[in-house]
Each structure stands twice: as structure tokens, then as C-alpha cells.
């Protein structure tokens, strides 16, 4: 029987399919550190006038967390401090995230960058992304021919 790789992709394609999917939900949505195994989870809530974002960040100190936006992009990067060793005991397992983080979110509008707002509490980081408004709406009178101002 002759080769025919044209059967071989029927077989990959939804496969391929399916990681061209995934790879374009990373690139939106950031792409995860080359210092973790997966992405940062996070949410994300929707109002009119700004975006919150919630991740959990469970043990870190506020000092370790560095929040920068520019343009329609937030990165949110930060460090996990590492368990303290003992003499008695060794780590068998640890399933808690460790050392350095970084993530870039980008959105689909402008932030006000001086309008942002962050909190850590009960291990949750909750950030306010207000949405820059350049030019507020201004209603426009308009006028007959025969009324001047």
C-alpha cells in the first residue's frame, strides 16, 4: 500500500484544530511565564465604564506584586517566596506556586492608567481597569437657518 499523507492530516486535523484554538486563547489572553508550567487564573468582570480582574494570590505579600498598565495592556508580575526549610524536615511535594510570575493581559479598550485601583485581600488580588474616555459623548445643538447665536 502507498503512503497518502493527505489520510494521515484527516486524522491530525481536529487535533491541530484544537492547539490552534488553544494558542490563540494564550496569545489574547497573555501568555503564561517561562517560570510556570501553566497560565496565572485569573477573571475577569465586565461593567460599563471599567473591567475587574481577580486572581488569587494565596501567601504573597503586597510588596512582591508589581502592577503596570500602558495602553490597553496590564502586566501583573510578583514573586511566591519560597518555603522556608527545616533541619527536621524535608519537602516531599509542594503543589504551591513558587518564585517569579509574570503575566500581560491585554484588553479591548484603553485604561485609565490614573484611575486603576488594586487590592489584596484574603489572598485575592482585585484590580479596577477603568476605561480611558477621550472624548465624552457632547451633545450638539442644531440650528434652523434662521436662528443665530
Do not use: C, W
Amino acid at each position: 500500500m502507498l503512503y497518502e499523507p493527505r489520510a494521515e492530516n484527516r486524522f491530525l486535523s481536529p487535533l491541530l484544530a484544537l492547539q490552534s484554538i488553544q494558542a490563540e486563547f494564550q496569545r489574547l489572553l497573555g501568555e503564561p511565564s517561562s517560570g510556570r508550567s501553566h497560565a496565572m487564573a485569573f477573571a475577569l468582570f465586565t461593567r460599563d465604564d471599567a473591567v475587574l480582574l481577580r486572581t488569587p494570590l494565596p501567601g504573597i505579600d503586597p510588596a512582591n506584586i508589581t502592577l503596570e498598565v500602558d495602553g490597553n495592556a496590564l502586566t501583573l508580575a510578583g514573586r511566591f517566596e519560597d518555603e522556608p526549610e527545616s533541619d527536621k524536615a524535608v519537602a516531599q511535594h509542594i503543589e504551591r506556586p513558587r518564585g517569579s510570575f509574570t503575566r500581560t493581559l491585554r484588553l479591548s479598550f484603553e485604561v485609565d492608567a490614573a484611575r486603576v485601583e488594586a487590592k489584596l485581600e484574603g489572598g485575592v488580588l482585585e484590580v479596577t481597569l477603568p476605561r480611558l474616555v477621550k472624548n465624552p459623548p457632547v451633545k450638539i445643538q442644531v440650528l434652523s437657518e434662521g436662528k443665530r447665536n
